[in-house]
């Protein structure tokens, strides 16, 4: 792939990757224009690069002098493969929120069986029914790992709404 990304570089470099380009304001009659042509950079000027050149004779020079003409330079293949780098992550991130959304609940349920996850009738009230998937995952893999801590971070999160609100809704205490 890359092969042919630089195969079709070195084809292209000469038509896309320099050029001149003209801007050339309304001049009597004659609506203004942007031209652009590709020629090397001793040759970027209004009268390479003009064609066709929209007034006769004498004219030419009174036009030319108000046109502002630039040599432009680019690197089409830096440009294929910063994009083509881009997609590539774009793709990664796609592919990993697919695997927590849908993968990894169910790796979750199979590895932990559905009896751990379900809770009896009395602590239905009490917690998440996946509450406690973090300590199982702790004892059965001590692997010390951003998943794992992020996983933490969600349980403490979600006992202290828990608690807030058995304080609302079992107690009637608002916290102020």
């Not at 910063?82 to 990894?104: A, Q």
């Not at 971070?153 to 609100?165: D, G, K, S």
Request: with cysteine; hydrophobic share 35%; glycine share 4%.
């Amino acid at each position: 792939m890359l092969s042919l990304l630089c195969d079709s570089q070195a084809f292209d470099s000469n038509s896309e990757d320099i050029r001149c380009k003209c801007i050339c304001p309304p001049y009597r009659d004659i609506e203004g224009q942007i031209y652009k042509q590709n020629v090397s950079l001793k040759d970027c000027n209004c009268l390479h690069v003009v064609e066709p050149m929209p007034v006769d004779g004498k004219d030419v020079e009174a036009y030319c002098l108000r046109c502002e003409c630039k040599y432009e330079e680019r690197s089409s293949g830096t440009i294929k493969v910063t994009i083509i780098m881009y997609l590539s992550i774009l793709g990664l991130l796609l592919l990993y929120m697919v695997y927590l959304t849908l993968l990894e609940p169910m790796l979750k349920r199979r590895l932990f069986g559905h009896s751990q996850l379900i809770q009896s009738d009395d602590d239905v009230g009490d917690q998440q029914p996946f509450a406690n998937a973090h300590n199982v995952l702790s004892r059965s893999h001590s692997r010390p790992n951003m998943l794992n801590k992020v996983e933490h971070a969600q349980q403490r999160w979600r006992r202290q709404v828990q608690e807030q609100r058995k304080s609302v809704f079992d107690r009637h205490v608002v916290l102020s």
